[in-house]
């Protein structure tokens, strides 16, 4: 059975910084590119970044070029985001997705930018 | 960035109706359009992709259609369970991958 399960959020201050992971199972990760997706509190889904496979392409919103990091460990499926100086509009669920058309999604992990 | 509208923005309809949800894009996507169902407290679920094909498991009353800038997700009839929030994804010419803003079907 295939899964992500995302961790790592949590209460943040402005300009502080987490580092989301997602543990893959039930695949060949390796196989696979994968993308971060939030959605802030009752609003839309907006696509975060992208790795592909064997990490040869990555790509990011405007909204969080500069400030966040995608990363993946194929030895320990792994994906990985880093979010440095982080904002409040930054709040939300954050999801890690397998391709681009998402067959398989995590449940998520809040992420709260509050003082 | 292509923006994706859809509509309207809530639709309600009758357990056994048929529901018609729309996605425009604002350049052409060709087929490479995605609808997602979410409920609440739960992961978006991928329904349709390249359109038109069902992802695994996604009930035969789940029908997408449309290319270049006019897509259409249809539910033939309504079951409880489909009520939920729908979301139509483009992934033509990226990045950014980007969403519509969703349309919430209701029980009417």
């Known amino acids: 059975e295939v899964q992500l399960v995302e961790s790592g959020g949590g209460l943040v201050k402005p300009g502080g910084s987490l580092r989301l992971s997602c543990a893959a199972s039930g695949f060949t990760f390796s196989s696979y590119n994968m993308n971060w997706v939030r959605q802030a509190p009752g609003k839309g889904l907006e696509w975060v970044s992208f790795i592909s496979r064997n990490n040869g392409q990555i790509h990011y919103a405007e909204s969080v070029k500069g400030r966040f990091t995608i990363s993946r460990d194929n030895a320990k499926n792994s994906l990985y985001l880093q979010m440095n100086s982080l904002r409040a509009e930054d709040t939300a669920m954050y999801y890690c997705a397998r391709d681009i058309a998402a067959t398989y999604w995590g449940q998520g992990t809040l992420v709260t930018v509050s003082s | 960035e292509i923006v994706m509208t859809q ?59 449309g290319s270049g800038t006019e897509f259409t997700l249809t539910i033939s009839s309504l079951q409880s369970e489909d009520f939920a929030v729908y979301y139509c994804q483009q992934y033509n010419n990226w990045p950014p991958i980007t969403f519509g803003q969703g349309t919430r079907l209701e029980i009417k």
């Open chain 2, 7 to 65: 509509s309207p923005a809530t639709l309600s309809v009758s357990p056994g109706e048929r529901a018609t949800l729309s996605c425009g894009a604002s350049q052409s996507v060709s087929t490479n359009l995605a609808w997602y169902q979410q409920k609440p407290g739960q992961a978006p679920r991928l329904l349709i992709y390249g359109a038109s094909t069902r992802a695994t498991g996604i009930p035969a009353r789940f029908s997408g259609s």
